[in-house]
């Protein structure tokens, strides 16, 4: 699932811990939840508003099913930066909770003096964990096609600020980000929609004066 | 499930009303923006320096009328500001208003305005550490060795994207504010010759040309208002939250500044401010009061005054840092200042090279032993002001240019008066500013240097104009996101079918701000 891709390549494979600030991290998986529904075909991205496919079918993943619930459930057509805005306050959880039940992380909490600092979520087994970045640098890298899927992937990191990580180990730094450009001018105009307002909310943050 | 169901019960929005738990009410906005204001920096610092250097009276005065020449000048910007994305900046409102041309030119003289100020305030901070540390150690430390201290951190800070917590820039605000009211009380019941004396706030004082040309003085200490429109998109009521917190911002800011300016040459005695001014510099405020309250009381006084100091530095930093972002998104400069560090999300290009400009200035100051209060704190919040007063000029121009042609159904008053009534003064003011310029920076009017701010900004403008000309021929795609910073990702999209931009950078429906209509 794109989610839980977007998750694996935003946190280390070993240590589970984050690859990019968290506030883009949010971003990044609301997108991802956003993109799941869209890929599967049970929204429509059209001038900056989120529509609910016809007919409606709700997707069988549990988390997608909740989201696709909730756009459902409202009276009036939302636009795709509020839903970001919307899923990147509990998008994280919803991701992670999905990943714990199908046994790929596990829950961990750091503790001094008995209270919680932090949660991270390590990896269960590391090659899984690691795929999707393996995946991705490796297309970049020797230039070789990628799926829908993959290249919406690539989006998100680019929006994320993670797309140099990917191509940090390239020989020929500018060749993998000429063709990461060439791959995202062929995302159907939804997906590219939808990776724009990724992009812009996460500079926006920043902008905006928010800690 | 059909969307249309009737059967459905009206239900509230669960998305809507999940986004609304975290919108700001009018106290938030309020602090986010005098928290930038930083009083005690302006009443300590800007106040005596002012009186220091221009041998005016007036400035008391002249912080009021800029408060009513401010809260003028929002009526338009705030109703522009509910229409626009990328809203908070000026040049975004130049942009939308007067053009794109028109616009890459004033955010080329923000950049340097900003800079101007940031740098400033080191001159300040120098000094003032200085004293404590010679006042409270006995150690005699120079000015910029203190100076590039807090250049350094503000370095790492800005690097590292660590802004001074909320709560933390709260307390310190209330504080500051605290103490100057405190202050201002004991001055005003202990007046020099025995009666308080009202002479510092005579409106005829702003008639003549020297006082016109103090009130950029004045700008120069609300820098940062303009922030309360980033929060249009934020705010729990966009229509009433950000204009509320607006005018009272100005209202709190303009009554304290002026009442502490006041409150000094009461104490000082009108005839005598001038000279207490020179003879104890930004001392005054401290050393007025001293005889009347504890000394504790001074103490908590200094360090919150370095406080202030420190937070302003931190505060405008952050904004040469994101100003230079949102224009390197926008690929107006090299896009590689549109690229945030992947941890910590902080604008690292624009952060280095802020800090680089800054030492660079810092260095030249202390090798040429210049005086860190005048020729640094003073002439450069001024000539940082003399930008602020550009870019207001211009916006409110752009705002009677907008609504000339999105009439939005905005009062006549909002979109024709005021802020026609705010260009008139505001370009006034402007002209008669770069006439008196070496009168305020008290050199000789046929002193080269007097030209050196408004000869910055000119270059300024004339790079900006000529490089947005050349973007309007050679990258298109470009040109068309001019003004929409961050949001320039979303521009691509935006272009109609034939590949042309739309004529004007309305937000389409996606970008509609929440306005309850």
């Known amino acids: 699932m794109l989610a839980d891709d977007f998750f694996r390549l935003a946190h280390d494979d070993t240590s589970g811990e984050l690859r990019v600030h968290a506030q883009a991290a949010g971003w990044g998986l609301a997108a991802a939840l956003l993109g799941e529904l869209l890929y599967a075909g049970r929204i429509r991205i059209a001038d900056g508003l989120v529509h609910v496919a016809h007919p409606a079918v709700p997707p069988a993943d549990a988390v997608a099913h909740g989201i696709f619930d909730q756009i459902a459930a409202e009276r009036t057509r939302h636009t795709v930066r509020t839903w970001l805005t919307f899923l990147s306050d509990d998008g994280y959880e919803q991701v992670t909770t999905r990943l714990i039940r199908a046994g790929h992380v596990r829950r961990k909490a750091s503790r001094f003096l008995f209270v919680t600092w932090s949660t991270t979520y390590v990896p269960v087994d590391m090659k899984t964990a690691a795929w999707p970045v393996v995946r991705l640098a490796m297309g970049l890298r020797q230039r070789t096609p990628l799926d829908e899927h993959d290249v919406f992937l690539a989006g998100l990191a680019e929006a994320t600020g993670l797309d140099e990580y990917l191509i940090r180990d390239a020989d020929h730094r500018d060749w993998a980000r000429g063709y990461l450009r060439h791959l995202l001018s062929t995302v159907s105009a939804p997906a590219a929609e939808l990776l724009a307002h990724t992009r812009a909310a996460v500079g926006n943050a920043l902008v905006a004066h928010h800690t | 499930?059909?969307?249309?169901?009737?059967?459905?019960?009206?239900?509230?929005?669960?998305?809507?009303?999940?986004?609304?738990?975290?919108?700001?009410?009018?106290?938030?906005?309020?602090?986010?923006?005098?928290?930038?204001?930083?009083?005690?920096?302006?009443?300590?610092?800007?106040?005596?320096?002012?009186?220091?250097?221009?041998?005016?009276?007036?400035?008391?005065?002249?912080?009021?009328?800029?408060?009513?020449?401010?809260?003028?000048?929002?009526?338009?910007?705030?109703?522009?500001?509910?229409?626009?994305?990328?809203?908070?900046?000026?040049?975004?409102?130049?942009?939308?208003?007067?053009g794109r041309i028109p616009g890459v030119g004033a955010a080329f003289v923000a950049v340097v305005a900003y800079n101007a100020m940031q740098i400033s305030i080191y001159g300040a901070f120098g000094v003032v550490a200085a004293t404590v540390l010679e006042v409270t150690f006995g150690w005699q430390v120079a000015w910029w060795v203190c100076a590039l201290a807090a250049w350094l951190l503000v370095a790492v800070l800005g690097v590292r994207r660590v802004d001074l917590n909320g709560y933390v820039l709260g307390v310190l605000l209330v504080a500051e504010i605290a103490v100057a009211v405190v202050f201002d009380i004991v001055l005003l019941t202990h007046p020099a010759d025995g009666q308080v004396s009202f002479a510092a706030l005579a409106p005829g004082l702003l008639l003549s040309a020297g006082a016109v040309a103090l009130l950029v003085g004045g700008i120069a200490g609300f820098a940062g208002f303009e922030m309360t429109a980033v929060f249009s998109e934020e705010a729990k009521d966009p229509q009433r939250t950000v204009p509320r917190a607006t005018y009272l911002a100005i209202g709190i800011i303009g009554v304290l500044?002026?009442?502490?300016?006041?409150?000094?040459?009461?104490?000082?005695?009108?005839?005598?401010?001038?000279?207490?001014?020179?003879?104890?510099?930004?001392?005054?405020?401290?050393?007025?009061?001293?005889?009347?309250?504890?000394?504790?009381?001074?103490?908590?006084?200094?360090?919150?005054?370095?406080?202030?100091?420190?937070?302003?530095?931190?505060?405008?930093?952050?904004?040469?840092?994101?100003?230079?972002?949102?224009?390197?998104?926008?690929?107006?400069?090299?896009?590689?200042?549109?690229?945030?560090?992947?941890?910590?999300?902080?604008?690292?290009?624009?952060?280095?090279?802020?800090?680089?400009?800054?030492?660079?200035?810092l260095i030249l100051y202390a090798a040429a032993g210049w005086d860190p209060i005048t020729h640094l704190f003073f002439w450069g919040g001024i000539g940082g002001g003399l930008g602020i007063l550009i870019l207001m000029a211009a916006t409110s121009i752009a705002v009677v240019g907008f609504f000339a042609r999105h009439r939005h159904g905005e009062p006549v008053l909002r979109r024709l008066i005021a802020p026609v009534l705010a260009a008139l003064i505001l370009t006034a003011t402007l002209v008669v500013t770069v006439a008196e310029f070496g009168e305020l920076l008290n050199i000789p009017n046929s002193s080269p240097v007097r030209w050196a701010f408004p000869a910055a900004y000119a270059t300024a403008i004339v790079l900006g104009v000529g490089w947005a000309l050349i973007l309007r021929t050679a990258r298109r795609s470009v040109y068309a996101a001019i003004g929409l910073g961050a949001d320039s990702s979303t521009a691509a999209i935006r272009l109609s079918p034939t590949g042309t931009a739309q004529p004007d950078l309305i937000p389409g429906p996606a970008f509609t701000k929440t306005s309850p209509r």
Request: no cysteine; net charge positive; aromatic share 10%.
């Open chain 2, 1 to 98: 499930m059909a969307l249309t169901d009737p059967a459905r019960p009206r239900q509230v929005s669960n998305v809507s009303t999940a986004l609304a738990r975290n919108r700001l009410g009018v106290p938030a906005v309020v602090f986010f923006v005098m928290a930038a204001a930083a009083p005690l920096t302006v009443v300590a610092g800007s106040a005596t320096t002012g009186f220091a250097v221009t041998e005016f009276i007036g400035i008391a005065v002249a912080y009021l009328a800029v408060a009513v020449i401010l809260a003028v000048f929002a009526v338009g910007y705030i109703a522009m500001s509910r229409r626009v994305v990328n809203a908070g900046a000026f040049y975004t409102y130049v942009a939308h208003g007067l």
């Open chain 2, 257 to 361: 500044y002026g009442v502490s300016a006041w409150a000094m040459t009461v104490a000082a005695g009108p005839d005598r401010i001038v000279q207490a001014a020179r003879d104890q510099g930004t001392e005054l405020f401290f050393n007025l009061a001293a005889p009347h309250v504890p000394a504790a009381l001074i103490d908590l006084g200094h360090l919150l005054f370095l406080t202030s100091l420190f937070a302003a530095l931190l505060a405008f930093h952050n904004t040469v840092s994101r100003y230079l972002f949102a224009l390197g998104r926008e690929q107006v400069l090299p896009g590689r200042l549109g690229r945030t560090s992947r941890r910590t999300g902080a604008p690292k290009l624009g952060s280095l090279l802020q800090s680089a400009t800054a030492a660079a200035v």
